[in-house]
């Protein structure tokens, strides 16, 4: 598979990049600065502002899909969308978050008693950027959202998959390592099943 990765320097998107190379896929990285990254076997770098899309569509083209790890704060959802369209790439996958998961019905974890405020920005834009794709009527999106614990751990190959329900262990932890879920995430390309629906992954 072809697979433009936009972000591919970041926590996840750099675990998404090694997960997607040891399967074999060829992966183009594009970063605002190519010098974040050594040069892999199987991996192209692209320098390109995602927010710019008559600069980002030539960058996409060629590619069976899109995958977008991109700080929310710092892109556009719109302009994501539309750099996609011009660049005839019929699928864009998101690294989502985990504040518009609900934990109660109706109930987001962002409007949670206690949700961080130094993330409320963060997932405010990653709320809103769901919403954008949901209101998408062409494109082939999907949205995978983390646990409430997000950071770099063991690849374990081993974890559970939800909907739109925040996802706890049994002593009610919500969590998943950065690297695990980068194989959730590779699997949904290699085998979609959730074709224009946000879905979440957790112990």
């Not at 030539?58 to 991109?70: E, F, K, Q, R, T």
């Not at 504040?99 to 409007?111: H, I, M, N, R, T």
């Not at 614990?149 to 374990?156: D, K, S, V, Y």
């Not at 950065?178 to 995430?185: N, P, S, T």
Request: aromatic share 6%; charged share 20%.
């Amino acid at each position: 598979m072809k697979v433009a990765l936009i972000g591919a320097s970041g926590h996840v998107g750099s675990r998404l990049l090694t997960e997607l190379l040891n399967r074999g896929h060829s992966v183009t990285g594009i970063v605002r600065d190519t010098a974040k990254l050594a040069s892999r076997p199987g991996l192209a770098l692209k320098a390109g502002d995602a927010t710019q899309p008559a600069q980002l569509a030539p960058l996409l083209a060629g590619h069976d899909v899109v995958i977008s790890a991109m700080r929310f704060q710092s892109s556009d959802p719109n302009a994501l969308i539309a750099a996609v369209k011009q660049a005839g790439v019929p699928r864009l996958v998101v690294v989502g978050g985990a504040a518009s998961l609900e934990v109660a019905p109706g109930q987001a974890l962002f409007d949670a008693p206690g949700f961080p405020e130094a993330y409320k920005a963060e997932a405010a834009a990653g709320r809103c950027a769901l919403d954008t794709l949901r209101a998408e009527n062409d494109l082939d999106w999907t949205f995978l959202s983390p646990s409430a614990e997000f950071a770099p751990g063991e690849r374990t190959g081993t974890f559970r998959l939800g909907g739109d329900q925040l996802l706890s262990d049994a002593n009610g932890k919500s969590w998943i390592s950065m690297e695990d879920y980068a194989v959730a995430f590779a699997d949904e390309l290699e085998m979609p099943k959730h074709s224009r629906q946000r879905f979440t992954v957790g112990y």
